[in-house]
C-alpha cells in the first residue's frame, strides 16, 4: 500500500525513448523551476502547487459539517458543474460501493428537465442539505438549480432550517452568490482566489462532498501530499513520473498523435477519467492546440472500442491505468466435468484475470501500432486516488507549458455562455441576440 | 409525437454543402441498393436490416418471460459484454427514471473484481433471475461471471428454482452456452446468425433485459420500424437522413476530419453515446481507417470538454443530439428583488434554458471552425429510440461501406482476447503464452 504512483513508457518505444525524453530535460527543468518560482505563464493560479499541505487549514471546519450533514440529512445536494461537479463525482464515485446507498447527489451540472423533477420528487419525503458549490454565482447551470431547489425545500423547511441546511461554497469576498449566502446567513466555505476550478478537488468544492459521503479526506491529502513533495523535489525527467508522463505525451503529440484514450480496468474509475478529461482537455486545448483527451473503460470497452484501437486511424496513443490492489478477492470454482469450458482458469481469482486482460491488452495494442503506457496505482484506495489526483495536475500544467500555451485559463469556455446568456434575454447582452435571432430565423 | 428522427447539417458549410452531397448520389445509390439486394460486403450479416419486422415473431415469448421476471423477481441480473450489454443498458437508461429503483442490474461487462463482489453481498437477501446473453459462450468475461453467479445461486436456490431463474440468449444451435443450456434445460431464446453484437439491440439480447425492465417494447420497435420503412425505401441522398448522415460524415472524413463528438443535452442519452460509439467505432475502424467515435454529455461536458471543442485542434466535427421534448415542465420562479440576479430567466421553463444553451453552443462551436450537424429527434421516448437505433445502425453500413471496409465485422477485437487466453492458460495457446512471457520478463 506504501508504493507511489509509477509510470512504465516501455511501449512507447520507438516514438518515446529515454534519450528523447533526455534530449528535453533542459526544458523540462526550466519549465518545472518556472512552476515552483511562480514565474511561468498563467502564473496567477497555482495555489493548487501547495493545496495538498494548505487544504489541512480549512479542513476541520469542513470535516465538522461534513459530519453534521451525515448526522442530519437523508441527502446532500452538491450543486456544481465542472470543477464543482467533477472531482467530488470522480472521489466518491471511485472510493464507494455500488450497491450500496449513495447520500451525495448532484444538481445544476447540466439543464434536464426531467432530471430535476425526477429528483424533486424523489426528495419529497427525504431529509436534505445542499451544498451550493460557484465562485461568482453567475454560472446559468448551478444558479438556475439553486433556485430551484432552494423553491422546492422552502415547502417543507422554515427559514431558519434553511439556513443550516443550504451551504455555500464561494468566492471569499465578491460575487452574486457570496453576497446572496452572507444575506442569508449561509455558512460558507471558500475557493481560494489563485485556484482554477479543475484544480480545486483538494479546496472545499471537493472536500465537503467528499467528506459528506464518508471518504477518508486524511489519506486522500496525504496521497496529493506525498506526490507534491516528489514533484517538487525532483525535476529529473525520467525519475519524476509526471514529468516522464508530461513529456511523452508531449513527443507523441509532436509525432502527430493528438488522441490520448485513458483506459482503466476498474469501472470504479469512470468518473476520474472525466475528471482527468476536463482537467486536460480545458489546459490544453487553446490555440488550436492541444491533445483531445478521451477515456474508455476496460474491459467493457474492449468490445465497443477495442476493434477501432487495433486497427483505425492511428492518431492515437493510450495510457492505461492499473491498480495494484482491490478489496475483494473472488476465487474462481472448479466445476466437475466443465460444463462451460472454463476450468483452465479455476483456482485463479477474478483479480488475475483483469490484470491478464490489462496486459493482454497492451501487447496487442502495441502490435496494433498502438503506443501504450501504464500508470501504476497501488491500490483502490483515497492515498492512491491523492497521488493521481496530483500527478496529473502537475503533468498537466508541465504538458501545457511545453506546448507553450497557458494551462490555467479557459477563454473558450466564455463563447457558448455569452450565446446562451444571449438568447436567454439577459441584461446587457441585447446586441449578440439580435444576431443570434437573425441566424436562427435564417435556417 | 409524430414526427420522425430528422437531420439539420446547415452548420456543416463550407465543409459539407448539398452539391458536394449530390455528387455522391450514384456511389450512395449503388450501396443502398448493395444493401437491398444483400450484394455488399460481409452480407452474410444483413439481418438487422429487418429485425424491426422480424422481432414480431419473438415479442411474445421475450414480452411473457419479462412479465414472470417483473412478477416473481426483485432484480434481473443480465450478464453480457458489448453488443450483449449495450443495448439494452442504453435503453433502459434513456427510458427509466434516475431516481427510483432500477430491476436490471449488469455483470459479466467487465472484470472487476471489487464490483462483483459489491453485487453478490448486494443480492443475497434479493429474489433474483439471470440472463445470460453470449453467442458463443466462449467470450470469457460474461462465461466468467456465469459461473460466479451460479455459484452464489446455488447458496439460496435448489436445481429446480435454478432452472426456472436462468435464462441464457444463445447461438441456436451449436457453442458452449447453447450445449450447456441444453442440457441444464434453461429457457433459451436465440441470437440469429446474421445479426452482429452491436447490432442485436432488437432481437431478444436486448428485448428480453428492455422488457423486465418495463420499457414499452412495442413503441420501441414500431420506431424502428417506420425508420426501416423510410430507409428502404428512400435512396436519396438529400432526403433519407440516415444517408446524409453517412455521407456528411465520410466528407468531413475525407477533409482530415478523424474524431466525431456526439453531444447530447440530456444526461439519460449517456449510454446509448456509448452504444454508438461501439456501432460506429467497431463498424468503421479497421484497415486504419474511420472516424474515432466519442461522445459529450451537455451542458455537463462544455465545461470540461468546452474549452478543447472551441479551441483545440481542429481534427473533430460534433453531431449534436437535440429532443425535442421532455416529460416533465419546470417553470422558473420569479423572485422579489431578485438576490441570485436570475429574473431575466424567470417563466422560462428548464426546457427552455436547456434550448438556448444547445443553441448558443451550436453557433458558438461553428464560429470557432468546428463544423456540426444536428439530429433533431423528437422526444424522450421509446418510439424515438428506436428511430435513432435503425437510424444509427444504417448510416453506420452506409459509412463504413463508403469507406471501403466491411462494416459488419471486427477483427480486431480477437488480439487481445488471444493474448489474454494465453496469459490466462488456456489451452490450444500455450505457443502464445510463451512469446508473451518472455515480452512480460523483458520489461
Known sequence: MKKDVSLDISLLEPHVTKDKLKDLQTKVSSIHKSLWNKTCKGNGFLGWLNLPTEAEKTFGDVKEVAEEIRHDADYLISIGIGGSYLGARATIDFLSDPFQKQNVLFLGHHISSDYAASLFSFLKDKDVYVNVISKSGGTTEPAVAFRLIRQELAKKYSDSELQKRIIAT????????????????????????????????????????????????????????????????????????????????????????????????????????????????????????????TAANMTTDLHSLGQYLQEGERMLFETFVRLGQTYAEISIPHIEKDPDKLNFVAGQTLSDVNENAYLGTKYAHCDGGLPNMTINAPARNAFSLGQLYYFFEFAVAVSGLLMDVNPFNQPGVEAYKKNMSALLGKPGFEEQKAKLDKKIKGE
Chains 1, 2 share one sequence.
Not at 486522500?220 to 525527467?237: I, Y
Not at 482503466?264 to 469512470?270: D, G, L, T
Request: with cysteine.
Open 170 to 293: 464561494t468566492d471569499a469576498k465578491k460575487g452574486i452568490l457570496h453576497d446572496f449566502a452572507e444575506k442569508e446567513k449561509y455558512r460558507r466555505f471558500v475557493i481560494p482566489d489563485d485556484v482554477g476550478g479543475r484544480f480545486s478537488v483538494l479546496t472545499p468544492v471537493g472536500l465537503l462532498p467528499i467528506a459528506a459521503a464518508g471518504c477518508d479526506l486524511q489519506e486522500l491529502l496525504k496521497g496529493a501530499k506525498s506526490m507534491q513533495d516528489l514533484c517538487e523535489k525532483n525535476d529529473n525527467v525520467l525519475d519524476n513520473p509526471a514529468l516522464t508522463y508530461a513529456t511523452a505525451r508531449y513527443l507523441l503529440y509532436q509525432q502527430g498523435k493528438n488522441v490520448e484514450v485513458l483506459s482503466a480496468f476498474e469501472p470504479f474509475f469512470q468518473y476520474v477519467g472525466e475528471w482527468w478529461k476536463q482537467l486536460f482537455g480545458e489546459s490544453e486545448g487553446k490555440e488550436n492546440k492541444g491533445i483531445y483527451p
